[in-house]
């Protein structure tokens, strides 16, 4: 009777505490905490455990959806073997995010097909993951929202909000001339966030990156 009883509290308590994961774990974390003799402490400390990784799992799937990634890309699928001028140290420094943290910059510079947007949207993927907003799109894509609000006086707004994300990728620069205006916008969007927030831009040439991007400071690889 105290067991039915007590399970009616977890229950309640559960679902008041918007907690559902836990609810449909309590009965094995129950059953294991009696085999093993754990302590009061030991049985809170795995139902707690269980609960954050649940929130932990489904906020990174929901940032990955926010992101609007074009495909779902992981830095474990890349192919070093086939791309052999990709230093795999150098991808495996990036994929710490540390860049993130430090309000750097990324920039991969290759021919079509090489790869660069595999890797932006790996560690744009990876970031979300670990609890960074990321927003995806291509160069053009960028000016186009860009100059959508700049056209209802919401350009600043718009820049402002952005600046809260902590990593933008910027796809494919310099894939599409730009007209003056949307030139000038793209450099309002990557000035914005100079030592503010982090940039992942892909390009085909060095001469295209930086025509696009100047004011921006690239992450210096180890």
């Known amino acids: 009777m105290a067991v039915t009883s007590a399970r009616k509290d977890l229950t309640h308590l559960c679902r008041a505490l918007k907690t559902p994961s836990l609810l ?30 649940s ?17 779902l890309k992981t830095l474990e699928d890349f192919d070093f073997s086939y791309q052999r001028s990709i230093r795999k140290e150098v991808v495996a420094h990036l994929g710490a995010l540390d860049f993130v943290e430090a309000r750097d910059n990324v920039i991969f ?3 079509p097909g090489t790869g660069k947007s595999h ?21 053009a894509r960028w ?20 600046g809260r994300t902590p990593l933008l ?12 205006e949307a030139a000038n916008l793209f450099f309002q969007l990557v000035s914005s966030r100079y030592e503010r927030a982090s940039v992942i831009v892909t390009s ?19």
Request: aromatic share 4%.
């Open 24 to 53: 449909t774990s309590i009965d094995r974390l129950s059953k294991r905490a009696r085999d093993e003799n754990w302590s009061h402490e030991e049985f809170l400390a795995a139902c707690l455990e269980r609960e954050l990784s």
């Open 55 to 71: 929130r932990q799992t489904h906020g990174g799937d929901n940032r990955i959806k926010a992101a609007r990634f074009p495909q």
């Open 109 to 111: 510079l290759g021919p």
């Open 119 to 139: 890797l932006a949207i790996s560690l744009g993927v990876r970031a979300c993951q670990a609890g960074h907003r990321v927003a995806f799109a291509t160069a």
């Open 143 to 162: 000016v186009d929202r860009l100059g959508e609000a700049h056209h209802k006086g919401l350009l600043h707004d718009e820049l402002v909000r952005l």
């Open 169 to 180: 990728i910027i796809d494919e620069v310099g894939y599409i001339p730009f007209e003056a």
């Open 204 to 222: 085909k040439s060095l001469s295209d990156a930086g025509a696009r991007c100047s004011g921006m400071r690239p992450l210096r690889p180890p």
